[in-house]
């Protein structure tokens, strides 16, 4: 489904887009965050979780390949797949075994076939004009769900 992107000219819209997606999200849930080096993936994924109420530390798993955060609502597992070399390195990981909480995902692409029907992609980048934007797309129950936040 088609969804108009959304300008980020600045850090502050960014930590707006959070706080509209936050709300939004519940068990079981995949949002993946795409785009080239710098486009500001963990920015958005550390947004979203300090709107879900973290207040600590938030580093980015690229060396660790996983974080896991405790949100009055439900886990977040934060994931870096970028040093990922084949789909299946995502079983140590324990990636088939999260079903109590929120997976967002930081270089979806390198987990192939395993991501699930069921998600929402952020495709960050920069448009024609040089500003910063997200590109929503929905699938599965995203389609129903989606209110451009």
Known sequence: MPVSPIPLPDLAAVERLAQKL?????????????????????TLARDILRALGITGDVPSPTFTLLQTYDTARFPV??????????????????????TDGVTLVEWPEKAGVRLPKDRLTLRLGVD?????????????????????P
């Open 128 to 148: 024609a004009n040089g500003q910063r934007q997200c590109e929503p797309q929905l699938f599965g129950s995203w389609v129903q769900r989606w209110s451009q």
């Open 22 to 42: 936050a709300p939004l999200l519940k068990v079981g849930d995949m949002l993946t965050l795409e785009g080239p080096l710098g486009a500001g993936k963990t």
């Open 77 to 98: 597992y934060h994931f870096d797949l970028y040093r990922l070399k084949h789909e299946s390195e995502l079983d140590e990981l324990g990636w088939d075994d999260i």
